[in-house]
């Protein structure tokens, strides 16, 4: 089932918010939503509240479930244009055109029916019987006899992100040539 939601009146060109409706188009609403919360242009906020809005609408009106919506179509009309005028040499006036943009957004259901009734008999089922992985974990017995559960990475035990931390190639002489200040 699509449901629509429409800004009528955003004070910008076309132009400028179809540069950011275009890194949304197509995608699911969550990642859609991560996306424009830190995309820096000025469109981006309108177009956020926009699409919160519309999820809103679903979730409200519909019972549809935010993790099974996507972007199906996206799209920026002109509107009216406002006219203005500035003033130039020898008494001549120019024309200013403040362009106004429509946006239209048309979310639908990945998986259709799927309701928030569904998804809450769905939790209490998978609740019922927990998943075991033992792919992450490696058992060893102790001298007491029971097996011990340790992590799989040594780094996670530390407390320590497993990504993002590099291995510096010529150890602490790189970090002391480029310092500021001696040491």
């Known amino acids: 089932m699509e449901t629509t939601s429409r800004l009528n009146s955003l004070r910008l060109a076309p132009r400028k918010v179809r540069a950011v409706i ?8 969550v990642k859609a939503i991560a996306q424009l919360e830190h995309l820096i242009r000025r469109p981006a906020h309108p177009i956020l ?5 519309a999820v809103a609408n679903a979730e409200q009106n519909f019972q549809m479930v935010r993790e099974n919506l996507f972007i199906k179509k996206i799209f920026v009309d002109e509107g009216v244009k406002l006219k203005r005028y500035m003033p130039r040499a020898q008494g001549r006036a120019t024309p200013i055109h403040k362009t106004i ?7 639908d259901e990945r998986v259709s029916g799927m309701r928030k009734q569904q998804m809450a008999k769905q939790d ?3 609740e019922s019987t927990p998943i075991e992985s033992e792919s992450k974990t ?5 001298d007491s006899g029971k097996p011990e559960i340790k992590p799989a990475s040594p780094r996670l035990e530390r407390g320590e992100r497993e990504m993002g931390k590099k291995k510096s190639l010529f150890g602490g002489v790189a970090k002391k040539m480029f310092q500021r200040k001696s040491v």
Do not use: A, H, P, Q
């Open 138 to 142: 490696s058992t060893r017995s102790s």
């Open 124 to 126: 209490k089922e998978t």
């Open 49 to 53: 509240k926009l699409l919160n809005s």
């Open 22 to 29: 275009d890194t949304v188009r197509g995608k699911d609403v």
């Open 101 to 107: 943009s429509r946006v239209t957004i048309i979310l």
